[in-house]
């Protein structure tokens, strides 16, 4: 069995996004702008208010999905089309944009800990402009394995066989491992898919040591090995195919060719984006 090595390290950038969350930018930064079809991946976690309070107001998206895990805390979303959906511990929001949406993401807290991720998958081009959706997916709905090793949380895809809820436009595999000391576990991933692993807690060996706040980006072809030490661990490990398709980025919009980003500007200003 071929295991993939490692070929990155990255720790993300500190950086403020929405009315002034406190975050970490993991990939869609310089040291990593995109891993096909991923986009960007925050990090978000803080026992402080004022790194959350403010949310993220009224905002327009197009031409790719949300997918927000929380680990901690309570939020919501609300759009432009009257969906509302609440987000507890534990509980996914996956937004499909499309064409366009407007939403927003408000922490319901006034204190206590806040703490999760959001990832943007990008959709294929022919599924750009389809009608926009949300799936809300309650922390009860995740399939969680028991393994020797510990437990993985099917977010999407297929784990050994447990189908995870979340459905995607392209193939995707979104675990939550949470690994005991001294242990190992091997995710099998499809070959030419881009995975990486994120470190929320403890500390994983895989090939090379990734500590907690790491992303480790790894090979395309194999399945991923971890092995613990003395630390119990916290995965989110994602994986997917990739689209291999132009990326033009403008802010919240993502597309094929600057002349769509343009053209989203523009609907968005002449308040058609979402209609
Ligand atoms: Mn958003």
Known sequence: MNIRAITQIIEGIKTTDGAGVNLTRIIGSSELNMLDPFLLLDEFGSDNPDDYIAGFPPHPHRGFETITYMLNGKWQHKDSAGNEGKLGEGSVQWMTAGRGIIHSEMPIQTD???????????????????????????????????????????????????????????????????????????????????????VYEGEVRSGKTISKGQLAVFEK???????????????????????????ARGGPFVMNTRGEILQAFTDYQNGVLDK
């Open 112 to 198: 206590g800990l806040a703490r999760g991720f959001q990832l943007w998958l990008n959709l294929p081009k022919e599924k750009k402009m389809i009608e926009p959706s949300y799936q809300d997916i309650d922390a009860g709905q995740i399939p969680i394995v028991k393994e020797m090793s510990g437990t993985v949380k099917v977010i999407s895809g297929n784990y050994n066989d447990t189908m995870g809820p979340g459905e995607s436009h392209t193939p995707v595999l979104i675990l939550d491992i949470q690994m005991n000391e001294n242990s190992e576990l091997v995710i099998p991933v499809e070959n030419g898919w881009n995975a990486f692993g994120f």
């Open 221 to 247: 072809d194999g399945n991923t090995h971890f092995e613990t030490t003395e630390k119990p661990t916290g995965i989110y490990f994602v994986a997917g195919e990739p689209l291999n398709e132009p990326v």
